[in-house]
C-alpha cells in the first residue's frame, strides 16, 4: 500500500536536486515550490470526494505560521549552510523511509496541526518534506485516492504560504514564478510515469533506483 501512493511521487522528488545543481539552492526550492504547487492542485482535483477535511483543516493550522517562519529563515541562511541542510535531509529521508514500518501507533487528528508546523518549517527551508509526511496518512488509515487527495491538499496550503512569504522577502522573481509553472507538468508527468514504471518492475527495484538517487545527491551536497 505504502509503495501504491508514495514510490511514484518519489520519482519527482529527484527533481529537486537536479534544480539544485542547474539554479543553486536560492533559485531552486522556490521554483521548485511552484511546481509542486501545481502538482499538488493536480491531484486535489483527481481525488476531491475522497478528501478527509478535518485532517487538511488541522495541517494547515500548524503548516501556515510556521511555513512563514521557514520562509523567512530559508532567506536568512547562507548558501552554503542551505546546501548542508538539503544535502542531510535527502540522506535522512531515504533513512526515514526504511524505517516507516516502525511507526505503527495510532494519533488523534489534532496531531497534524504539529505535524503541519515542524514539516513546513522544513519544505520551506530545503524545498519538500514528502518522504517524511507519508508515514502520518497512512498510519492515520488514509489510503490510496483519500491519502494522496489529502496529502495534496494540505501541502498546497503550505506552499501558498510559504510562496506568498518568498514573494514578500524577495526571495522569488518573475523568472522563477515562470520556470515553475513550466516544471509543472512535469510534476504531473512524473507522478502518472512512476506509477507506469512501477507497472513494469518490482516496488523492490524501483525503490532502490530512486533511494538510490536521492543518497547519492544527498552525500554529493554534503561534501559540496
Not at 500500500?1 to 514510490?7: E, G, K, P, T, W
Not at 534544480?19 to 476531491?48: E, T
Not at 544535502?87 to 503541519?116: D, E, M, N, Y
Request: with cysteine; glycine share 10%; charged share 10%.
Amino acid at each position: 500500500m505504502f509503495s501504491y501512493v508514495a514510490f511514484p511521487p518519489g520519482l519527482v522528488f529527484l527533481l529537486l536536486p537536479v534544480l539544485v545543481s542547474v539554479f543553486g539552492i536560492r533559485d531552486a526550492v522556490p521554483i521548485y515550490a511552484v511546481a509542486q504547487l501545481i502538482g499538488n492542485i493536480s491531484r486535489v482535483g483527481f481525488n476531491r470526494p475522497l478528501i478527509n477535511y478535518r485532517v487538511v483543516s488541522w495541517f494547515a493550522l500548524g503548516a501556515i505560521p510556521l511555513a512563514i517562519l521557514g520562509s523567512w529563515l530559508f532567506t536568512r541562511i547562507p548558501e552554503p549552510g542551505l546546501l548542508k541542510i538539503l544535502g542531510g535531509f535527502l540522506v535522512i529521508s531515504v533513512i526515514a523511509r526504511r524505517l516507516h514500518p516502525s511507526l505503527r501507533s495510532k494519533f488523534q487528528t489534532w496531531c497534524f496541526a504539529p505535524i503541519g508546523g515542524i514539516f513546513s518549517v522544513i519544505s520551506a527551508i530545503v524545498g519538500s518534506a514528502g518522504p517524511f509526511l507519508a508515514p502520518f496518512y497512512l498510519t492515520y488509515g488514509l489510503t490510496k485516492c483519500a491519502f494522496i487527495g489529502t496529502e495534496a491538499l494540505g501541502t498546497a496550503i503550505m506552499h501558498i504560504a510559504k510562496l506568498v512569504t518568498y514573494q514578500g522577502l524577495g526571495a522569488i522573481n518573475e523568472k522563477m514564478w515562470i520556470a515553475g509553472h513550466l516544471l509543472g507538468p512535469v510534476m504531473i508527468t512524473g507522478s502518472f510515469a512512476g506509477m507506469k514504471i512501477l507497472e513494469k518492475i518490482s516496488t523492490h527495484v524501483f525503490l532502490v533506483i530512486v533511494e538510490a538517487a536521492i543518497l547519492g545527491f544527498g552525500i554529493w551536497f554534503l561534501i559540496k
